[in-house]
């Protein structure tokens, strides 16, 4: 039987891959929850991993996958690494494999909130938004304080029309931490609301915190992707906070404009 190319960019051999995958199943994702190691084998098993992470902090997916299918295969008994194959999983579209990643991962460790979080993402990027909340939920409910679970929830509000329930889990990922905006997306791939409806509410989300650029450049990008209504900023409460703003005031003068000149270069009306 011949196997399909699912990419056509392949650095490493799809079929290595496989192979690989395969050696892990066999050799550490038995039923057992753990299996006894060497010491020997689990510092080889670390190395393997920090190489992985390596790779993956330069978006080098596949290597990074290869050197975590390694680690597993000389320690399956570490969640830590099969959440992070299960993330290199992700990037590179393999959703069913990323799942079982991330079920061993949880399997290994069940307080693991990470491993969850990410469960979700890929339910969330396969539009199953009612097990995308399950164990967003979960996530949530062992580790609460964490920013980026509350950010992501937020996403699957807005993606189920509930724009109230996104504020306000935005707000609390926003209050846990200020920067998590820059650390992290939001925007979970997948996601078929729009461009432009998820921009404005990132704006009003900003406004509201009194980040008044952050607030202009969202509303910018919102009416450059086909959000026309101005009124609707000039009703809006969350913009109450930074309406004074002499930035604010001359984006607002100049939102008109802003919208008659995207049709100019193509973009939506």
Wanted: contains cysteine.
């Amino acid at each position: 039987m011949r196997i399909k190319r699912r990419h056509s960019r392949l650095r490493i051999p799809e079929t290595a891959l496989i192979v690989l995958a395969i050696c892990a199943l066999l050799s550490g994702c038995r039923r057992d929850i753990r299996v006894n190691i060497s010491r020997e084998d689990i510092a080889k098993a670390t190395a393997a991993s920090q190489e992985g992470d390596i790779a993956f902090s330069r978006k080098d997916f596949y290597p990074a996958l290869i050197r975590y299918l390694e680690s597993i295969r000389l320690n399956p008994n570490n969640e830590y690494v099969f959440n992070r194959l299960g993330i290199a999983y992700s990037q590179l579209k393999y959703y069913g494999e990323a799942s079982n990643a991330f079920l061993r991962s949880i399997e290994l460790n069940p307080k693991y909130p990470y491993s969850y979080n990410n469960l979700g993402s890929v339910y969330f990027a396969q539009k199953n938004l009612k097990k995308a909340e399950k164990y967003f939920k979960k996530a949530i409910s062992l580790k609460h304080d964490e920013a980026s679970f509350h950010m992501n929830m937020g996403s699957l509000h807005l993606e189920k029309k509930r724009p109230d329930k996104a504020m306000e889990e935005w707000r609390k990922g926003l209050a846990l931490d200020p920067n998590v905006l820059k650390n992290s997306s939001i925007s979970l791939i997948g996601a078929s609301s729009s461009t432009a409806e998820r921009r404005y509410f990132m704006a009003r989300l900003m406004a509201s915190s009194g980040e008044v650029e952050m607030a202009i450049d969202g509303l910018k990008q919102a009416i450059l992707e086909g959000f026309d209504n101005i009124e609707a900023i000039r009703k809006e409460p969350d913009f109450d906070r930074i309406r004074d703003d002499k930035r604010f005031v001359e984006f607002m003068e100049n939102a008109a404009l802003l919208i008659k000149l995207r049709s100019k270069v193509g973009l939506p009306e």
